[in-house]
């Protein structure tokens, strides 16, 4: 379960940043920056590698506890690289909470939506059950969700197994989903700091 909580902890600690610069938006923090010799785009910039510091803690504390409870890496050392694919899938959700974070009008609106997205996407996986012992229409999901194919490439890398068939899906959802969310966030970003 390990490789799969270190997907799951990554996409909950991506919505804070959503929050964040909505929070900071609504009390004014914005307005002070603009007076400032700074790029507009720098606090989100600033937030973004923010939360890549967040997901490496968040890693760090759930992989520390795992290996004190006796979970262990069964293939190569260089298979902790999963933990760079989790944080590039965070960074790739990062741009959702950004997203919703500049179209909803107040930061509480924030979390409640991104769990809407995340709830479907963690429990429609493979991250605590088989997929083969579910409903029929439950395992077609989790066929197509993305969620799915990290937590395969994190398993496979960290305890073995066929890797490529999953690192290749994987590697494909985030350039599609940074192709879609990266500019809709940053559009959205720009037209809600003017």
Not at 23 to 47: E, M, N, Q, Y
Not at 127 to 150: C, H, Q, R
Request: charged letters at 10%; glycine letters at 8%.
């Amino acid at each position: 379960i390990v490789p799969g909580l270190m997907v799951q902890i990554v996409m909950y600690a991506s919505m804070g940043t959503g929050m964040a610069l909505n929070t900071d938006i609504d009390k004014g923090v914005f307005d002070r920056f603009r007076s400032l010799p700074i790029s507009r785009s720098a606090p989100l910039i600033g937030a973004v590698l923010g939360d890549i510091v967040r997901y490496i803690v968040a890693l760090a504390a759930l992989l520390s506890l795992a290996f004190a409870l006796g979970f262990r890496v069964k293939t190569n050392p260089l298979s902790m690289l999963a933990c760079a694919l989790v944080i590039l899938f965070g960074v790739t959700l990062c741009w959702l909470s950004v997203l919703v974070g500049m179209i909803v009008s107040s930061p509480q609106a924030v979390p409640g939506i991104a769990t809407a997205v995340i709830l479907p996407l963690t429990f429609g996986s493979n991250i605590f059950a088989d997929p083969s012992t579910m409903p029929g229409w439950l395992e077609a999901w989790t066929k197509v969700n993305p969620v799915t194919y990290f937590v395969d490439t994190t398993r496979a890398l960290m305890l073995g197994g066929d890797v490529m068939r999953a690192l290749t899906i994987s590697l494909v959802a985030v350039l599609v989903m940074h192709l879609v969310l990266l500019p809709l966030a940053v559009r959205a970003y720009l037209r809600r700091v003017r």
